[in-house]
């Protein structure tokens, strides 16, 4: 099995930043897609960031040019570096991997659509 487990959310002023976290766990041989996602009270959860292990990253209009995600491929880690934040960032991030290849056969997709627990971010005006 996989596991994503996130850390780094937390409480911060408007305008503050946050680094998010996640790792994925098991016998993983490669992760195709990794991303984030959030949902605020009362409302769908909804994509933050998405990207393939070669492509381009796909952000969510309302982050473009504050969140930027980056990977390890080697680690199987995803981040999440948000800067300026603002309450309307307040929500519970989830992390998402898809299309995930383990050792026991490099070479087809063995799991699909894994989730984290979620982490509360909280921005205060």
């Given at each position: ?8 959310g937390?409480s911060?002023?408007a305008?503050?930043?946050?680094r ?5 766990s098991g016998?993983?041989f490669s ?13 769908e959860?909804d994509?933050?960031?998405v990207?393939t292990?070669r492509?381009p990253?796909?952000y969510?209009e ?6 930027t ?5 080697a680690k ?6 948000m800067?300026?934040l603002t ?6 991030y989830y992390?998402?991997a898809?299309?995930?290849s ?7 997709y063995?799991?699909?659509d894994v989730w984290?627990?979620g982490?509360?971010?909280t921005?205060?005006s």
């Amino acid at each position: 099995q996989v596991q994503l487990v996130e850390s780094g959310g937390g409480s911060v002023q408007a305008g503050g930043s946050l680094r998010l976290s996640c790792v994925a766990s098991g016998t993983i041989f490669s992760i195709d897609t990794m991303g984030w996602y959030r949902q605020a009270p009362g409302r769908e959860r909804d994509l933050v960031a998405v990207a393939t292990r070669r492509g381009p990253t796909t952000y969510a209009e309302a982050v473009k040019g504050r969140f930027t995600l980056s990977r390890d491929n080697a680690k199987n880690t995803v981040y999440l570096q948000m800067d300026n934040l603002t309450p309307e960032d307040t929500a519970v991030y989830y992390c998402n991997a898809d299309r995930i290849s383990d050792t026991s056969n490099p070479l087809r997709y063995k799991y699909f659509d894994v989730w984290g627990q979620g982490t509360q971010v909280t921005v205060s005006s």
